[in-house]
């Protein structure tokens, strides 16, 4: 664990980052992601009292909440379930989840834990587009608001049994393997690129020497010795 801590905080400086910028940037992309899924929602980036705000809406009316708490740590800790809770119960809302890039034994991408749901951010989305739909389904239904707390707890035996605790594991699972896959895809071309760019420099450098060469006799003077350079490594562009 400690050895981990210390590559993270290694990364963290090799970037110029800290764990609190790092923090705010993973809040800032999961809000924008929100938005771009539910774009008829009020999704807003709060940062205290539940880092994000999910209002759902139907109609253009609300018709329930949803709050998330974003943890970038190696750990899940009892301390961000109990303040995901809090945030919970100040914002008054209908759901809490702890998007957490953290470990637990036991914990293999989605739980549920003292009343808060526990997910990988790469399960994030079916979890909120689930509650999402509850939400907007018992209002399209006109469920009184004594009723939704008991079906609340029914969906929320539901959402921690096989049926689907199983699919949101294998969701966070297959992510994680694309999300492998295209980092040695990246590496593979990437080899591929560096081989073709010392090849062309190798090209370019020869044909000039050989035209050199070539002036040389034709004014009667020895051809030079031919001596290849170093190939200057390849230099990708800065991503967009």
Same mark, same amino acid.
């Given at each position: 664990?400690?050895?981990?801590?210390?590559?993270?905080?290694?990364?963290?400086?090799?970037? #110029?980052?800290?764990?609190?910028?790092?923090?705010?940037?993973?809040?800032?992309?999961?809000?924008?992601?929100?938005?771009?899924?539910?774009?008829?929602?009020?999704?807003?980036?709060?940062? /205290?009292? #539940?880092?994000?705000?999910?209002? &759902? *809406?139907?109609?253009?009316?609300?018709? #329930?909440?949803?709050?998330?708490?974003?943890?970038?740590?190696?750990?899940?800790?009892?301390?961000?379930?109990?303040?995901?809770?809090?945030?919970?119960?100040?914002?008054?809302?209908?759901?809490? &989840?702890?998007?957490?890039?953290?470990?637990?034994?036991?914990?293999?991408?989605?739980?549920?834990?003292? #009343?808060?749901?526990?997910?990988?951010?790469?399960?994030?989305?079916?979890?909120?587009?689930?509650?999402? +739909?509850?939400?907007?389904?018992?209002?399209?239904?006109?469920?009184?608001?004594?009723?939704?707390?008991?079906?609340?707890?029914?969906?929320?035996?539901?959402?921690?049994?096989?049926?689907?605790?199983?699919?949101?594991?294998?969701?966070?699972?297959?992510?994680?393997?694309?999300? +492998?896959?295209? *980092?040695?895809?990246?590496?593979?071309?990437?080899?591929?690129?560096?081989?073709?760019?010392?090849?062309?420099?190798?090209?370019?450098? +020869?044909?000039?020497?050989?035209?050199?060469?070539?002036?040389?006799?034709? /004014?009667?003077?020895?051809?030079?010795?031919?001596?290849?350079?170093?190939?200057?490594?390849?230099?990708?562009?800065?991503?967009?």
């Amino acid at each position: 664990k400690t050895i981990q801590t210390l590559k993270e905080r290694v990364d963290q400086l090799k970037k #110029g980052s800290t764990p609190q910028t790092e923090g705010l940037e993973f809040e800032e992309n999961l809000t924008a992601r929100l938005r771009k899924e539910f774009r008829e929602d009020d999704i807003q980036h709060k940062g /205290h009292g #539940g880092d994000i705000l999910h209002i &759902v *809406k139907f109609n253009r009316e609300s018709v #329930g909440v949803i709050i998330y708490e974003c943890k970038r740590k190696p750990r899940i800790e009892s301390k961000d379930i109990h303040q995901a809770h809090l945030a919970k119960q100040s914002r008054e809302a209908d759901f809490a &989840v702890l998007v957490t890039t953290g470990q637990k034994k036991g914990f293999s991408g989605f739980a549920q834990m003292d #009343g808060v749901l526990v997910v990988s951010p790469l399960g994030t989305i079916p979890l909120a587009s689930l509650l999402r +739909d509850y939400l907007r389904e018992m209002n399209k239904a006109k469920i009184p608001k004594e009723k939704r707390t008991i079906i609340a707890q029914q969906l929320m035996k539901y959402i921690i049994s096989p049926q689907f605790k199983n699919p949101i594991e294998e969701v966070v699972q297959l992510a994680s393997e694309l999300q +492998d896959m295209i *980092k040695d895809e990246a590496k593979e071309h990437f080899r591929t690129w560096n081989k073709r760019w010392s090849n062309y420099q190798t090209i370019e450098w +020869d044909s000039s020497q050989i035209r050199k060469n070539l002036q040389l006799v034709l /004014h009667g003077k020895k051809p030079e010795v031919i001596i290849h350079p170093k190939v200057t490594p390849l230099q990708l562009p800065a991503p967009l």
